[in-house]
């Protein structure tokens, strides 16, 4: 269905190639899972399928891209949508219409279908999707899950015959990424569709695919094999996986399912030992909030929210999307003012303040680290950061640490999600804030990068911050919270312990958890450090 | 009740409808200056605007025009006062004049201000006032996005760069929120002049990558298909439209200006048209897109135009049969008047409010929960 032959593409000043000499032929009705590190081609990769690269993006595409027989040098991408259908990183940006089914019968408009064919497939794609109940709804009102969800029904009513989808998940929450999911595996199982994705959380998809593609990156020769086999060796892998090496698994499980049948002995090894993790000793409180209500226009999305943050401690706020996480964490900057109810953050209301300030005492990073960014290079963004915060050399010196080998040339738009992450939270510590809150920290971003902010975020803690997280990503909350307070439609429905709060709701609880369950196991590191000293 | 489908089940009128009903009301509004009639009008489109409006941003235009009418009013009667041409009567006031050098005779500013000058501002004013008012009832009933939707195939790309900027509006309204919350996390001021300067630069690249991000998603979702027509045909294409739209603006030219000879616009006129709807069905026939569940034009569209139609027409008629009854005299002062036949017609726009089928919001109200529209009793 899609073929690949010997296809390398450089973009125009760059001095190597983005992907380079690829052949890939993916066959018909087959679930291609595309991996690797970030900026490794991924995207390149995918746009190349339906002729985005070279014809939209510029530059130079030699070999060839041919799709149900289609060279997408003849064709460009409009004259592919019929059979190929691509989803961007951010389903917002690529919306047309304003209401969700106009956005949805876009795609079929440009096409050309008779009107009765696009009611009928319009029903179907709301069933199919969950999205019955948004059918008139402005697109401008939806949440992040719903707004992918829509966005990969605006391509499937066209009925493509290959899905292309970049990191369709990244953004949702677990239950509204297996919904996701579940409705792709239904696509490949009952329409046939192929469907080529890509995906940092391997952890959510390792398991549908037929086939992984393994992009290195720096041009080298992709690897493309089965899952089990690109699996044993990768360097990005998700934790299911890991504790499959651990425990020397074969053949290696990708799914929970096949890893609980193989888990007995590793259960009855593990009998004895309990989960060994230093309690971090908890210090003063950095921040309190009490009965705080808060919300934006009409809509109250806090309803007497109680919750306190002591230094030393690294807290994982969850709950679906639109729960209230971000607001909360806008409340504790002072970006909202409370309606009732009360916000301290260290021992003063952080609304009143002034920014020049507020940053000394708390610092967030924002969903999306780049509107943080303006300077026009890194080095300058890191002179005015330190300028700031009064501590020359500062920022670059965290940013080193955070992200090491970043040239302070470039632009920061121009930087990896990780390396803008890190730069980001960089400018943030610059201030040293004793309270610093983050915002989905793990979109796009590998497991080597998120392994490293783990680290920091433990650091963080270790030298007395108080670490607010709020995430979607329950394997990075198991991996470093010491507590996990759980949002739903504006209220605390729980907070306690990392281990009790994950190991309780299905949704929540990492793979590790999953596997060993009822032990109370929540992390590969968990596992080996009590195997090495069993 | 054994009404049509088309009046009961609801959804939005053709956005055309309301647009060709407030023009009827309007032409009614330009041909009176009687302030009982023009009220009427005005009534009659917020009462209808009230009964068929949406929960959609546009909906709320009626109150903004509303106001706009009365800050006409109010400019119209003070610019008389101070200098409009002095109507004998009445003085009702006497505001300081100054003189003026004999050069500029017939210029006045201040001096005796009558009632019968002011009144026939007020007059004026509220006639402006109530033109848009109408214009404010259409933009609050149609839905804009649905209007564009009613163009050609061949103005489709128009069409679409049109949504594509009316949805810039609101993103770079959460763009700004965004940056400034950004700038408040950097430690900057996040508001005066100098927070604008910093807000500006990120807002238009966001808005840059932004537009970038939505030409790849449109030309992956097969924007711009030709059904492979030859490039000369285009070529006529345009040629044909643009030569149609000169001859239809030289012939409303001719037909307007009095000097130039009726003989010559008519026909310009007319040959233009022609011409610009060849090029445009030529035009819409390379664009191969089908259009999902277009507006029906069906029974209460016509009997909104039909509304519309007879308001205008009852005015026209009561204009010609008593012409001092749909512009009363201000001097001598008398109460105005209230012709029937016009008071009959304007009453008979109310209509729609109660005959055309409950906007289709109705429907969403009914999935979230929320009471998104009135129920009309």
Redesign the interface.
């Known amino acids: 269905m899609i073929d690949f032959d010997r296809v390398t593409v450089t973009y125009d000043g760059a001095a190597t190639p983005a992907i380079a000499d690829v052949t890939l032929h993916v066959p018909e009705g087959e679930l291609c899972l595309v991996v690797g590190p970030t900026g490794s081609g991924k995207s390149t990769l995918l746009s190349a399928v339906?002729g985005?690269v070279p014809?939209?993006t510029g530059g130079r595409l030699a070999g060839r891209v041919t799709v149900a027989g289609r060279d997408t040098r003849d064709h460009?991408?409009?004259?592919?949508?019929?059979i190929?259908g691509?989803v961007?990183q951010?389903p917002a940006?690529?919306?047309?219409?304003?209401?969700v089914?106009?956005e949805l019968?876009?795609?079929?408009?440009?096409?050309?279908?008779?009107?009765d064919v696009?009611?009928r497939r319009?029903e179907d794609t709301l069933d199919l999707l969950g999205l019955a109940?948004?059918?008139?709804?402005?697109l401008?009102t939806l949440s992040g899950g719903q707004k992918q969800r829509v966005a990969i029904g605006?391509?499937l009513t066209?009925h493509p015959r290959v899905l292309v989808l970049d990191e369709p998940t990244s953004a949702l929450d677990p239950p509204a990424a297996d919904e996701v999911l579940a409705a792709l595996q239904r696509l490949v199982h009952d329409l046939g569709l192929t469907v080529l994705l890509a995906e940092h959380r391997l952890e959510r998809v390792a398991q549908y695919a037929d086939r992984i593609v393994y992009v290195p990156g720096g041009g080298r020769p992709v690897d493309v094999d089965t899952p089990a086999r690109v699996m044993a060796t990768a360097a990005v892998a998700p934790p299911v996986v890991e504790l499959g090496r651990l425990a020397g698994w074969d053949p290696l499980p990708l799914s929970i399912r096949d890893a609980r049948r193989l888990a007995g002995p590793l259960r009855a090894r593990l009998a004895g030992a309990s989960p060994a993790r230093a309690a971090r000793p908890a210090g003063a409180t950095a921040a309190e909030v009490r009965g705080l209500v808060a919300g934006y226009g009409s809509t109250v999305a806090l309803r007497g929210v109680d919750l306190a943050l002591r230094r030393g401690e690294v807290v994982a706020l969850m709950g679906r999307n639109g729960a209230g996480k971000s607001t909360l964490l806008?409340s504790l900057?002072?970006?909202l003012r409370p309606r009732a109810g009360t916000v301290t953050v260290d021992g003063r209301p952080p609304h009143r303040q002034?920014?020049?300030e507020?940053?000394r005492h708390v610092?967030?990073v924002?969903q999306?680290p780049t509107?943080?960014l303006?300077a026009d290079t890194v080095a300058a963004e890191s002179a005015l950061?330190d300028a700031?915060a009064g501590s020359p050399g500062r920022t670059a010196g965290l940013l080193d640490r955070l992200a090491p080998g970043i040239d302070g040339g470039t632009h920061p738009?121009d930087l990896s999600e990780g390396q803008r992450l890190a730069l980001a939270l960089a400018?943030?510590l610059a201030?040293a804030p004793p309270v610093l809150l983050l915002d989905e920290p793990t979109r796009g971003l590998d497991y080597g990068a998120k392994a490293r902010l783990a680290a920091v975020l433990a650091d963080l803690a270790d030298r007395g911050h108080a670490v607010l997280l709020a995430t979607h990503d329950v394997e990075l909350a198991a991996e470093v919270a010491d507590r996990t307070v759980v949002l739903a439609d504006g209220e605390v429905v729980a907070d306690g312990p990392t281990r009790d709060v994950v190991t309780q709701s299905p949704s929540f609880a990492p793979q590790v958890a999953k596997i060993l369950a009822p032990d109370p196991w929540l992390t590969v590191t968990d596992v080996r450090t009590a195997l090495t000293h069993a | 009740m054994g009404l049509p489908a088309s009046f009961v089940v609801p959804r939005g009128l053709h956005p055309g409808a309301w647009w060709l009903w407030a023009l009827g009301l309007a032409t009614a509004a330009s041909r009176t200056r009687n302030p009982v009639l023009l009220l009427i009008i005005a009534a009659v489109a917020g009462c209808v605007v009230a009964a068929r409006r949406t929960e959609?941003p546009w909906a709320r235009a009626y109150a903004t025009f509303l106001k706009l009418g009365l800050v006409v009013i109010a400019i119209r009667v003070v610019l008389q006062s101070l200098f409009g041409l002095p109507l004998p009567g009445h003085v009702v006031l006497t505001l300081p004049a100054v003189d003026l050098p004999s050069w500029a005779a017939g210029v006045r500013i201040g001096g005796p201000v009558t009632r019968e000058e002011i009144t026939a501002a007020a007059y004026d004013g509220l006639r402006l006032a109530t033109l848009l008012c109408c214009l404010g009832a259409a933009n609050a009933l149609a839905n804009p996005?649905r209007l564009l939707r009613c163009l050609p195939g061949a103005l489709y790309e128009a069409g679409?760069a049109v949504?594509?900027a009316m949805?810039f509006a609101?993103?770079a309204v959460t763009a700004v929120s965004?940056?400034r919350?950004?700038?408040?996390?950097?430690?900057?001021?996040?508001r005066g002049i100098r927070a604008l300067r910093?807000l500006a630069?990120?807002v238009l690249?966001g808005a840059l990558?932004?537009s970038v991000?939505?030409?790849?998603?449109?030309?992956?979702?097969?924007?711009?298909?030709s059904a492979g027509l030859p490039a000369r045909t285009r070529r006529l294409t345009a040629a044909l439209v643009l030569g149609g739209l000169l001859g239809v603006c030289a012939g409303t030219y001719g037909l307007l200006d009095a000097s130039a000879s009726g003989l010559l616009g008519l026909p310009l006129l007319a040959a233009g048209a022609a011409l610009a709807v060849a090029g445009l069905t030529l035009g819409g026939r390379r664009v191969?897109?089908?259009?999902?569940?277009?507006d029906p034009w069906a029974g209460p569209e016509w009997l909104t135009v039909a509304c519309g139609l007879v308001v205008a027409t009852a005015f026209v008629v009561a204009g010609a049969r008593s012409p001092a009854a749909l512009a009363p005299a201000v001097a001598p002062l008398v109460v105005p008047p209230l012709p029937p036949l016009a008071a009959a017609g304007a009453l008979l726009a109310v209509l729609p409010a109660w005959l055309t089928p409950s906007p289709?919001?109705a429907?969403?109200a009914v999935?979230?929960g929320q009471s998104a529209v009135r129920e009309p009793a």
């Not at chain 1, 460009?76 to 019929?82: G, S």
């Not at chain 1, 019968?105 to 009107?115: D, H, N």
């Not at chain 1, 109940?133 to 402005?138: C, E, F």
């Open positions: 339906n985005l014809h939209f460009p991408p409009r004259e592919l949508a019929d190929v691509l961007g951010d940006a690529g919306f047309v219409t304003d209401v089914t106009d019968a876009y795609t079929m408009e440009s096409i050309g279908l008779a009107p696009m009611r319009i109940d948004l059918r008139d709804r402005p401008a605006s391509v066209a806008g900057v002072g970006l002034p920014p020049r507020l940053v610092g967030l924002p999306d509107d943080l303006y950061a700031d738009r400018i943030v201030s | 959609a996005f679409v949504v594509v949805s609101p993103q965004r940056v919350a950004a700038r408040r996390l950097r430690g900057r001021p996040d910093g630069m990120p690249e990558e932004r991000a939505l030409a790849a998603s449109m030309d992956s979702r097969g924007y711009g298909r191969s897109r089908t259009r999902y569940r277009p289709a919001a429907r969403a999935h979230t």
